[in-house]
């Protein structure tokens, strides 16, 4: 049973730094992509940033491309994404996700989520 589980969520003020995690467990990853999204208060989800597991291939979304940056730790099973420069509309529920294949920005093709993170970036 494939089970993410994000941490790191919090509360800082614009222009700081936050690192979210993302551990994953259930299956081998090799061949999979790994997603973040996220969610603010009625909106829709919105991706963020992808990395395929066995080659480090990168994606971000325009909005966040200089200041993010998803990393992968083979050895540990977990997604990183470094967010730095944080901006008061980077606030949303993170949220990592999981598919096979290539990695994508429609949320509706990934299969396995986890639960989500809260980060409230302050003016």
């Not at 700081?16 to 551990?23: F, V």
């Not at 963020?48 to 066995?54: C, Q, Y």
């Not at 990168?58 to 966040?64: C, E, G, M, N």
């Not at 008061?88 to 509706?108: F, H, L, W």
């Amino acid at each position: 049973q494939v089970q993410l589980v994000e941490s790191g969520g919090g509360l800082v003020q614009a222009g700081g730094s936050l690192r979210l995690s993302c551990a994953a467990s259930g299956r081998t990853f090799s061949k999979y992509a790994m997603g973040w999204f996220r969610q603010a208060p009625g909106k829709e989800r919105d991706f963020v940033a992808a990395i395929m597991w066995s080659s480090g291939t990168t994606y971000y979304a325009d909005s966040v491309k200089d200041r993010f940056t998803v990393s992968r730790d083979n050895a540990n099973n977990t997604v990183y994404l470094q967010m730095s420069s944080l901006k008061p509309e980077d606030t949303a529920v993170y949220y990592c996700a999981t598919r096979g294949g290539i990695a994508t920005m429609r949320p509706y093709e990934y299969d396995y989520w986890g639960q989500g993170t809260q980060v409230t970036v302050s003016s």
